[in-house]
């Protein structure tokens, strides 16, 4: 079992939907949670980022992390064509250990006009 | 503009050929990384570099050596380039290593084809 699930999609959605992205991990020391969005033949840049569990909003983002179920999400409200991209979750433990990201292998996304 | 700059932007190489991929950053970040892109893989790290003067293996170091003599760079070179090195290449730096501190900024990408 791979540390960390992400659905690689493609999702496609209408304009003005509501989003949903979601990835999975097996590691109870994650502690730190990130989302990540990447342009086509762009660099990832950080969109999101959470410390244990609980929700965050900024803007038509929010990301939530159930740790209990070792799950995070991302939503996005009223979705534009601009959030077409691919979205990565990433997460980093703490305490002992390597604080490298572990990464999904993203989703994409596409929103249609 | 603050940020990551990488170089070539794209490249096609002969097997066999030395390469290197260069990174540069004006944050002042301590840690720095290279990574590479596969369509159905994801991101996976090939080395980083905690601070300057030293560096540690990742995921896939393999046939890729780092240094980071100083803050600001972080070249990556493929001594003998392969086929399966052909991806997209992404530096990467963070303020720390540390939890809190190591969330990543991602240069524009290096795309490298090895014939």
């Known amino acids: 079992q791979k540390e960390v699930e992400q659905d690689p999609g493609p999702l496609s959605v209408p304009e003005g939907a509501i989003v949903s992205l979601n990835c999975t991990y097996s590691?109870?020391?994650?502690?730190?949670f990130m989302w990540y969005r990447q342009y086509s033949r762009k660099g990832p840049e950080l969109l999101m980022y959470t410390y244990s569990s609980g929700n965050k909003e900024d803007g038509r983002f929010t990301a939530q992390v159930d740790k209990s179920s070792k799950y995070i999400s991302l939503f996005i409200r009223d979705s534009q064509p601009s959030d077409s991209a691919t979205y990565l979750c990433?997460?980093?433990?703490?305490?002992?250990?390597?604080?490298?990201?572990?990464f999904g292998k993203g989703t994409k996304l596409s929103v249609i006009p | 503009i603050a940020g990551i700059t990488q170089a070539p932007t794209s490249q096609i190489l002969a097997a066999g050929r030395r390469m290197t991929l260069r990174c540069t950053q004006d944050m002042r970040h301590n840690a720095m990384y290279w990574y590479r892109q596969d369509l159905g893989l994801g991101l996976r790290l090939i080395h980083y570099s905690n601070t300057a003067g030293t560096t540690g293996k990742g995921e896939v170091p393999d046939g890729y050596s780092v240094s980071r003599a100083n803050t600001d760079d972080f070249p990556l070179t493929l001594a003998s380039a392969v086929p399966s090195q052909t991806s997209v290449y992404f530096c990467?730096?963070?303020?720390?290593?540390?939890?809190?501190?190591?969330?990543?900024?991602f240069g524009a990408g290096s795309r490298l084809t090895v014939l």
């Open positions: 990467a730096s963070s303020r720390g290593y540390e939890p809190g501190a190591n969330v990543l900024t």
């Open positions: 990433a997460m980093s433990r703490s305490g002992a250990g390597s604080y490298q990201l572990t």
């Open positions: 590691n109870s020391a994650f502690q730190y």
